[in-house]
């Protein structure tokens, strides 16, 4: 975690100061930021230069500041904006962040969005977190709007190319075959294999299975009356719905505005994350609260744009969600105008920028790595964030994928984080209302988010990276991880009982006298519970587990001593 707590800081400073801003003690430089020079992006004039026929194109214009000057004017904002967020926004916020409300939680300047539609532009999406918004304008109006004195930089919206998932329906299910899955309570049908592959059906007999969080789902839209999802709509665990491409709240397919099979990925995503129907299909968080976002257009030769899922993920923040499962396989860029594989660095591209300030306000992301292996370096925006879990794929017997991306990413880091079943991964298919199977990394992304969702539940105090350290720490690679298959593949019952809390030995999330009684048992009495990880019951990191870490954890309890050391290592 100590690479991620570094990555926010670098980010955050690079519009702010963040000192101030955990003070909440606001100075000129972290309300105003400079014009940049040039204000417009060589890539957007190069974009213009090399497209004569082109009438209109969308552009980010980030501003300098949100008219908010001064002391006063920063607390009466934020006093402001903390009434508009929903107390579990807050409250998830909190667990992160010293004030849950900060500068990137205030709107964009209504005046400067004005002043910006006056030259004729029509508004796409406001950010906040950017302090930006897209806009689609004419070319010969960039001038004009470039000279306006909140403009700091007007860029290119950059357009990605979608590589479909092959799909294989199943027709034919030999119910008469003995499964392992009678051994449990709960009947899985074709899809125990890729939740017993992650031990999530004894998870699920604890009685565990993802109530309380929501996940929300960002894809290409969804079939909403199809079986899986029937239990989700009839006990109101569907809080939100919403359209970014049309701009509705209708994310399932609208005769005349949608090709048949827009609903259909997105049906599958869904569907392997938090589908419930027994006898066929489970997702490790079947009881789930949702929140299902359309952000991406699947016509042949079509793109998606990185401001729908910028946008989509704050929308998720706003209404309280804690976990974004975006199951997208990016392989390139429109137009010969895209990001360099330089800029797959986790700093760059607006995707993963969104994503690691989703991070930042407490929200886990997780992302496929992509469908672009087996070469090296293969992993693309956002899956190079280094605040989420990027998601490899492999077979059922735990194989990698030919297909599966592969890191690291430009600046070395490990990537995938972690693997699921991708290959032959269990379904349901919109078009026939029935199940099916079908191959890539968008289909491993959704069984780690309703995992992550499943271990939240049943671990509610813990912050997002900390449900993320502790599926990583569970994971069968953690200790020889590389960039095929990241750490491996999660163990939610390890997961489940995996201290992420310094000193918190038995792993219940508090720090207590039971604590010290776990680690004495463990040291002096044979045949005792064994920690997870045992180098949490080493909280002096002398490197061993002795006698002193008893005396050190007595100390900390009855006398205030040193808390335990963090080991630190994801």
């Known amino acids: 975690m100590r690479r991620i707590a570094v990555y926010v800081v670098f980010l955050f400073t690079s519009t702010i100061n963040i000192q101030a801003e955990a003070s909440n003690q606001p100075a000129g430089s972290i309300l105003v930021t400079a014009r940049d020079n040039p204000v417009i992006s060589a890539s957007l004039q190069r974009y213009i230069s090399t497209q004569p026929q082109i009438q209109k194109v969308k552009v980010w214009i980030y501003f300098t500041d949100k008219e908010v000057f001064g002391e006063s004017d920063y607390k009466r904002a934020v006093q402001e904006r903390t009434a508009q967020f929903p107390q579990r926004a807050l409250a998830r916020k909190q667990k992160v962040k010293h004030e849950p409300v900060d500068f990137y939680d205030l709107p964009v300047s209504q005046n400067y969005l004005r002043q910006i539609e006056s030259q004729g532009a029509k508004l796409a999406h406001p950010s906040r977190w950017l302090n930006a918004a897209s806009f689609y304008v004419r070319p010969e109006q960039i001038e004009q709007i470039a000279s306006l004195p909140f403009v700091k930089n007007v860029d290119l919206v950059r357009k990605y190319k979608i590589k479909p998932d092959p799909l294989e329906e199943v027709t034919k299910f030999r119910e008469s075959t003995p499964l392992p899955s009678e051994s449990y309570l709960l009947s899985y049908g074709p899809s125990f294999d890729q939740l017993n592959q992650l031990n999530v059906p004894a998870v699920h007999d604890l009685g565990y299975d993802g109530s309380g969080i929501i996940l929300a789902m960002f894809d290409t839209g969804y079939r909403k009356d199809h079986p899986a999802f029937a239990s989700a709509y009839a006990e109101s665990r569907v809080l939100a719905e919403y359209d970014f491409i049309w701009e509705d709240g209708n994310t399932q397919n609208e005769t005349g505005q949608d090709p048949s099979y827009q609903h259909s990925h997105g049906t599958n995503t869904w569907s392997i994350a938090g589908g419930e129907a027994p006898g066929n299909l489970y997702g490790p968080a079947y009881k789930a609260f949702f929140l299902v976002a359309k952000t991406e257009w699947v016509p042949a030769e079509s793109t998606s744009e990185e401001d729908n899922w910028a946008a989509a993920a704050e929308w998720v923040d706003s209404i309280g969600g804690d976990i974004i499962s975006s199951s997208l396989g990016y392989f390139g860029f429109d137009d010969g105008f895209s990001y360099t594989d330089a800029d797959m660095n986790g700093d760059v591209a607006i995707t993963t920028r969104a994503a690691d300030l989703a991070a930042a306000n407490g929200i886990l992301v997780c992302n496929s790595a992509?469908?672009?292996?087996?070469?090296?370096?293969?992993?693309?925006?956002?899956?190079?964030?280094?605040?989420?879990?990027?998601?490899?794929?492999?077979?059922?017997?735990?194989?990698i994928a030919s297909f599966s991306s592969r890191g690291p990413t430009f600046d070395e880091r490990l990537k995938p984080e972690l693997v699921a079943r991708g290959v032959s991964t269990y379904l349901a298919v919109a078009s026939t209302l029935s199940y099916g199977s079908g191959n890539g990394t968008s289909y491993s992304c959704p069984l780690l988010a309703g995992c992550a969702a499943l271990l939240w539940s049943a671990r509610p105090t813990l912050t997002n990276m900390q449900v993320r350290e502790a599926l990583i720490g569970s994971a069968d690679r953690s200790g020889t991880p590389d960039n095929t298959y990241g750490y491996g593949l999660p163990n939610l019952m390890t997961a489940l009982n995996y201290a992420v809390i310094p000193g918190d030995i038995n792993s219940d999330d508090k720090v207590t006298l039971a604590d010290v009684v776990f680690q004495a048992n463990y040291i002096f009495k044979p045949g005792a519970a064994i920690p997870i990880p045992v180098s949490s019951a080493d909280v002096d990191c002398s490197g061993s587990v002795t006698l002193g870490d008893v005396v050190y954890m007595a100390n900390r309890i009855f006398k205030a001593g040193p808390p335990a050391c963090d080991h630190d290592f994801f």
């Open 370 to 399: 992509g469908n672009s292996g087996p070469n090296p370096g293969t992993i693309t925006a956002p899956a190079d964030a280094d605040s989420i879990i990027a998601a490899g794929a492999v077979s059922s017997t735990g194989v």
